[in-house]
């Protein structure tokens, strides 16, 4: 699979895509990413990315034309709904929340691009006629889309088939295919500070294993999210 990232901060992607499994999975070839540096998109000696918005407030929008730009050059089969396995994705806290489900969804894309919000928001003509989907990834405000971006590359590159090794993990975790949080897990010792592991887990029974994991994963979410039982 392919992500591009289209950004005034390139740089800020130096760090998060250059460890554990996304980094191995680029090695072997599994997924690709592509950063561009919106700024590439200016033609006057500033680099000038954003102006001030009609009617007046506070704050700089991100200009429609420099983002129109960057996706055509990028790829023509990116303009809204020409391409199948294809989408662009704009970033800011005005879109629907991003979640596992829609990761899974874009984990069946060949190419997906991604547009950082900046400043105080973006031209709407953006999110009008070129982006397929608006997306959050949380009721709360960031500086700026790039960290959003980060999440999503991470969390869709993951379900890509062999990035995590074994496959039943994307499977057999939180907000998996039975949506529910994870089981409680626990390591070695078995007993620390005087709390002990539950005695089923360390019995050998692999039944009677399962259906404790399946109970208490279900408790587990009543308890820490109500709303996904």
């Excluded at 289209?6 to 191995?24: S, W, Y």
């Excluded at 690709?32 to 540096?37: A, C, K, L, M, R």
């Excluded at 500086?143 to 969390?155: F, I, R, Y």
Aim: charged share 30%.
């Amino acid at each position: 699979m392919k992500f591009h990232i289209v950004t005034i901060f390139p740089e800020f992607f130096r760090g998060p895509f250059e460890h554990g499994v996304i980094q191995k999975a680029r090695e072997a070839g599994l997924i690709e990413i592509h950063v561009h540096d919106l700024r590439t998109w200016t033609y006057d000696r500033h680099r000038t990315v954003d102006d001030r918005p009609f009617g007046g407030g506070e704050g700089m929008l991100l200009k429609a034309g420099p983002i129109f730009e960057a996706v055509e050059a990028i790829s023509p089969g990116f303009i809204k709904g020409s391409c199948e396995g294809s989408k662009v994705i704009l970033l800011s806290a005005q879109g629907k929340k991003f979640d596992q489900a829609k990761a899974r969804e874009f984990s069946e894309l060949k190419e997906l691009l991604l547009i950082c919000g900046r400043y105080e928001g973006v031209d709407e003509r953006v999110a009008e006629h070129l982006a397929d989907e608006e997306l959050s990834i949380g009721d709360y405000v960031l500086s700026g889309g790039e960290l959003a971006a980060a999440v999503v590359v991470d969390a869709v590159a993951r379900l890509q088939a062999g990035v995590l090794g074994n496959d039943t993990s994307s499977v057999d975790e939180s907000f998996g295919e039975a949506g529910l949080l994870d089981w409680p897990q626990y390591t070695r010792p078995a007993e620390f500070r005087g709390w002990k592991v539950p005695e089923v887990l360390i019995g050998g029974n692999h039944e009677e294993i399962r259906k404790w994991r399946k109970s208490a994963a279900r408790e587990k979410t009543r308890r820490q999210r109500p709303d996904l039982v």
